[in-house]
């Protein structure tokens, strides 16, 4: 089977190399010189902001970024494209993320709609998210984030799904040929009319994931291989979506699993073990909605099934040190209701109930928990445009869970925008939030709180924004201040008992506070040619202020693998046909203790720039297009680690070519 797989690869790489000499070499192509082109001069079509998103701080990922990731994981395009830190374990490995210095579980993910943060550990795993598998990305942050939840105290990720009624018959297949033996295959198929569309698309990411490395960890130090690091991951989506008069519906299906080795750390120093993670995942949503002249009426239904299973054993005589399944059920139903009585004032309504189920039982220990929780939830918003140059929004919260209720969740948001010639604007919004424990921090055996309060916070922003465009060029930006107060922060902490585990409590009041800077510019010369700037900048400080400095250390130090500065420079040039991309994403000094000791003994995470390069030229055999791209990922061979005592690869490459036919 192995001999077979090399076949494949070398036979993917020789049709891949051709297309390479076909793209690259040819002069002319007569698909090229059609004589039915008519150039036309550009025309910019401008949308007004809508009423709802007053005062809200929105970030919305580019169309044209999401086509350059279009082969990643959300995880990487989050750490390319924003300001959020992404705690990445190595390549291929789990990604959580760190959304204005929060913890991980404090960054909420919506899928069409439905939220996906597992019930059981309170975050989501990036990794597992193909950037292939959605058209539409946004950000919400901080106090923003109320609008789509709560429980977010650093902010929301929205990811959605959208049909295109134009489409009749579309076939988008991409290969990709990475380093380490990694090999990626994306299929899209969509066809439909203009009242019920059809999509459907298959992605699988297979890698040996051994790359060479420089181990610092032990001694003598030494140059090696990552081992055990393999992984494969496979997925299915399909799209319904129909229309008729004022109604319309849709229903979604994702399938998706992966297996993964886990390897050792670069610091372990014992006989090679096996250790492995599987993920199953199963998620549907479904929706209906009706348009009238001045309401809104939407319900939306969901499912998110999923399985893990984690297994490790020594070599020595086959001992099982664990083997744990764990099986999540959430089931969501929501009803949405928006009336525009005038053109300048809008409310909604909105009701939420979740219901999530989670056994976790490990064979070797012996050891696990069933629990289950429902959840409610009701919104009351509304937005007014006074004046023009000022809008207000005002939203309220009200959650059940496990019969305890938080009857009142804030939320003031006011936008003024003075100067409409030059599109500037003031934004501020203060908020109450609070986020419900896990179901592992409460029940966890052994370790877990029945006990643990939410954590509840207050949060704030204020943002100055601008945005001047002419025929050719687009300038545009924005700052933030924002600052965030948590008390009852959850942590993980060695048994107050002196027993051999850890155990969870609200032991911290947590502030964090920065700064987020975000840069624009886009050129439009003659001749189809094109450059643009993107840019965002994050300063952000989160330390616990609550720890008596006798006792604790880490009263005001900076709280572990959160990075004080982040940053991402991304430069895109087209001419004609041909284009190039420069990405460059910085992640400032992590540490890796408590009290931010840097010693032999205490490390500490250094800071980087990564450098990645894509080349390649689109051509057009109409009505087929191919676009065949060469890409470098760290381009200087940087030596980093993301987390301590994980290695992360140096210089790799990749070759992806794409056919898409379109009727």
């Known amino acids: 089977m192995k001999s077979k797989s090399r076949i494949d690869i070398g036979l993917n790489f020789k049709v891949i190399l051709c297309y390479l000499l076909i793209v690259f070499f040819t002069e002319e192509i007569k698909a090229q010189r059609l004589i039915d082109t008519i150039s036309i001069q550009e025309v910019q079509v401008f949308g007004k902001k809508k009423i709802e998103e007053s005062g809200l701080l929105i970030t919305h990922i580019d169309t044209m970024e999401l086509q350059m990731m279009k082969t990643l994981t959300i995880s990487e395009l989050l750490s390319s494209y924003s300001p959020i830190f992404i705690k990445s374990y190595g390549r291929g490995s789990t990604a959580s993320a760190s959304f204005r210095g929060t913890a991980p579980s404090h960054t909420q993910v919506y899928w069409n709609g439905i939220k996906l943060n597992s019930p059981m550990r309170g975050d989501v795993d990036f990794s597992l998210f193909p950037v292939y598998f959605i058209d539409d990305i946004s950000l919400l942050h901080g106090g923003s984030s109320l609008q789509a939840g709560s429980g977010a105290l650093g902010g929301s990720v929205l990811i959605n799904n959208k049909p295109d009624w134009t489409d009749k018959l579309s076939i988008r297949y991409i290969q990709t040929i990475e380093s380490f033996s990694t090999n990626k295959e994306y299929l899209n198929v969509g066809f439909g009319n203009g009242k019920i569309q059809f999509k459907t698309r298959l992605f699988s990411d297979r890698s040996k994931n051994d790359f060479s490395y420089f181990n610092y960890g032990v001694l003598p130090m030494h140059k090696t291989v990552q081992k055990n690091a393999g992984y494969s991951k496979q997925g299915l989506l399909q799209e319904i979506y129909a229309r008729h008069k004022n109604h319309s519906f849709s229903a979604k299906f994702w399938g998706h699993q992966s297996h993964r080795d886990l390897p050792q750390l670069m610091s372990f120093e014992g006989d090679v073990r096996t250790e492995t993670q599987d993920d199953q995942n199963l998620r549907g949503v479904f929706s209906w909605k009706y348009v009238g002249e001045k309401s809104k009426l939407e319900w939306v239904g969901g499912v998110n099934l999923n399985d893990l299973n984690y297994f490790r054993a020594s070599t020595e005589a086959g001992f099982v040190n664990f083997n744990s399944k764990s099986k999540e059920k959430s089931y969501t139903n929501q009803l949405n209701f928006d009336w525009n009585p005038a053109k300048l004032l809008k409310f909604s309504w909105s009701i939420n109930s979740s219901y999530h189920t989670v056994s976790v039982f490990d064979q070797a220990q012996k050891l696990g928990y069933e629990h289950d929780r429902l959840e409610l939830s009701l919104l009351n918003a509304i937005y007014i445009q006074a004046i023009p140059e000022v809008s207000l929004s005002l939203l309220a919260r009200s959650d059940l869970y496990n019969n305890q209720l938080i009857g009142f969740i804030p939320s003031l948001g006011l936008e003024y925008s003075p100067w409409e010639k030059r599109q500037a604007s003031v934004k501020f919004n203060l908020t109450r939030n609070y986020h419900q424990p896990g179901l592992n921090d409460l029940y966890w055996l052994p370790g877990g709180n029945p006990n643990l309060k939410p954590e509840d916070g207050y949060a704030g922003d204020l943002t100055l924004g ?151 030229k689109r051509i057009e055999f109409k009505p087929v297009l191919v676009d065949v791209g060469i890409n470098i990922e760290n381009l200087l061979n940087t030596d980093y680690m993301a987390i301590l005592w994980r290695p992360m690869p140096g210089r790799y490459y990749s070759v992806t070519v794409q056919f898409q036919y379109k009727k």
Request: aromatic share 14%; net charge positive; with cysteine.
């Open 466 to 616: 601008f945005s001047q465009k002419n025929e050719n060029t687009i300038i545009a930006g924005q700052i933030s201040g924002f600052a965030s107060l948590i008390e009852n922060w959850i942590v993980w902490q060695p048994s107050a008992n002196g027993a051999y585990y850890w155990e969870a409590s609200n032991v911290r009041k947590v502030l964090a506070r920065g700064t987020e800077i975000q840069m624009t510019f886009q050129k439009n010369f003659a001749n189809d040619i094109n450059f643009s700037l993107k840019s965002n900048y994050s300063h952000t400080a989160t330390s616990n202020i609550d720890a008596v400095p006798s006792v604790d250390e880490s009263r005001g130090k900076q709280l572990i693998y959160i990075p004080k500065y982040k940053a991402n420079i991304y430069l895109e040039g087209n001419c004609k046909a041909w284009y190039l991309k420069i990405n460059a994403p910085f992640t400032g000094k992590r540490y890796t203790s408590s009290n931010n000791v840097e010693s032999d003994y205490e490390k500490v995470l250094n800071p980087y720039w990564l450098i990645n390069l894509t080349a390649g």
